[in-house]
């Protein structure tokens, strides 16, 4: 792009981050600083309002900029995350949202700590959100550093690193000075913007092709080099049975992972009542599943007009080809059509990212303070304390995202959160379940529950090609990748709710029965929820 089309680019992200940083004033001087106030936002939103917050905290840049790139190189493969996380909100529509809304106050320990011992099932799962978390915002950094090295027309690592660390400085003030009031408010108007962009792409793609789905496809798959094999399963995850249980493990991983992502979660305690938050979770999937539909012809549209090779020349991961593509429509990257376009798309990609590292540093500074911090003092803080504990974890949780996302600047974003929904189905999934509906459910299976899901995916994901043994790895020089798949979910997710069940029948302090009926009750009706 030349210097002009760069400044504008340029003034669209700084207009998005100073209306952010507008609102996240404006809501600092109308807040009165309770954890309440700060982690659930006073509980004041409508089920509208919290339903495009969760579709902008999902909708993230996994999803607009690593699911069309892998669209784009491998065809239909790419589409299983698509799939995947669309299919994944049934399991919290059916299962999780009213019962969650019910039984906790603003983290997922709440849940599980209402009818056990609190303390070691605070630390357990205060431990496994913080790390779901983590590995989430490595892939917005990611996201960040591809989209930002893009825009300056420099694929080195210097402009990669400058956005990183600006995206982590932005998220910790977000976090810090506004709390869940702004950062929902900074979710909505990123939801907004885009589907808004979501829309225009993917008309302007249709309109190429003459609204001929059919003969979309055919380009692309002729525009690909691999012919029919294209539009069919195996390009990525055929071949040899390494590959298809590779396949496996990562559609369970999307599939059961929203359920246990704390972000989300701690959604469902910024609305009122039950009843809002099941009514906030249909808004979220209309939303999500119109986007996730477009996603599919942004992947294609890229296959078809760009091409595979052009896709994967400005990144190898693919995480670049919407803006591409949006430079191509508008009639070319030096046109000043493709320049605006391109312009649009990318602070849009920008605001994506900035509203989704901001929900996930809150749920994960809250799991620090709500959780961790209470429990390690042997008393509970002080709400006051307790929110300040939460600011300064944000700032901390904030250097460690940076950190881990300069390391892994070269891997598919998409590929990244399919790495955090493994962990969160092993650890958080099975410990949500087990206290929601198994009477017998002790304070040991709980812990070992956790753990036994946390340590394996992480250990796995360790032992993995992710790490090392293959040029794409975050080390290539060394191989110690023992464990041939590069998505735990298939080992991991069974072996959290087998340590569950073991935990329990072995030990020694039966199951609390009142409790348990107590938060039944709680959870079915809603009688004495907070």
Known sequence: MTAEHQTL??????????????????????????????????????????????????????????????????????????VGFLVAWLVVLFLVAELVRNCGRFTLADV????MSERPVRIAAGTSSVVVSVLYLVAQMVGAG??????????????????????????????????????????????VLLMGGAITLTVLVLLRFHGNFDQLLSSAAERSGHGQRFLGPGLKYGGDWTARFDFMSLGLALVLGTAGLPHILSRFYTVPTARAARRSVVWAIALIGGFYLMTIVLGFGAAALLGPDQVRT???????????????????????GG??????????????????????????????????????????????????VAKVAAGGIGAVAIALGLLAQDLNVAFLVGLAFAVAASANLP?????????????????????????????????????????ESLFPGVDFGYFPLQNP??????????????????????????????????????????
Request: hydrophobic share 50%; aromatic share 10%; proline share 2%.
């Open 9 to 82: 680019a340029l003034i669209l992200f700084s207009a998005f981050v100073a209306v952010t940083l507008g609102i996240t004033t404006w809501v600092s001087r109308n807040r009165h600083g309770s954890a309440e106030e700060f982690y659930a936002g006073g509980r004041l939103f409508s089920p509208l309002e919290n339903g495009f917050a969760i579709a902008g905290d999902y909708m993230s840049a996994a999803s607009f900029l690593g699911i069309s790139g892998l669209i784009a190189l491998f065809g239909y493969d790419g589409m299983l995350y698509s």
């Open 112 to 115: 599980v700590a209402a009818r």
């Open 146 to 191: 591809s989209l930002v090295g893009l825009l300056l027309g420099n694929s080195g690592t210097g402009a990669r690193t400058l956005a990183v660390i600006g995206v982590g400085a932005l998220m910790v003030v977000y976090v810090s000075f506004g709390g869940m009031r702004a950062t929902t408010w900074i979710q909505i108007v990123k939801a």
């Open 314 to 336: 400005s990144n190898a991961s693919g995480n670049t080809a919407v803006p591409l593509l949006a430079a191509y429509l508008g009639g070319g990257a030096e046109s000043t």
């Open 339 to 388: 320049a605006v376009l391109f312009a649009i798309v990318a602070a849009i990609a920008f605001a994506t990212i900035l509203a989704v590292v901001a929900g996930i540093t809150l749920a994960s500074s809250a799991s620090v303070a709500h959780d961790l911090y209470a429990s390690l003092k042997r008393r509970h803080a002080k709400q006051r304390s307790e929110v300040a």
């Open 431 to 471: 410990v949500l379940l087990y206290s929601l509906f198994w009477r017998g459910f002790t304070t040991r299976g709980a812990v070992w529950s956790v753990y036994g899901g946390l340590v394996p995916a992480v250990v796995l994901v360790a032992l993995s090609p992710v790490v090392s043994g293959s040029p």
């Open 489 to 530: 979910g298939l080992v991991s997710i069974p072996l959290g709710f087998l340590a569950g069940w073991l935990g329990t029948v072995t030990s020694a302090d039966p199951a609390d029965e009142a409790k348990h009926a107590e938060t039944e009750v709680r959870s079915l009706t809603g009688a004495g929820a907070v």
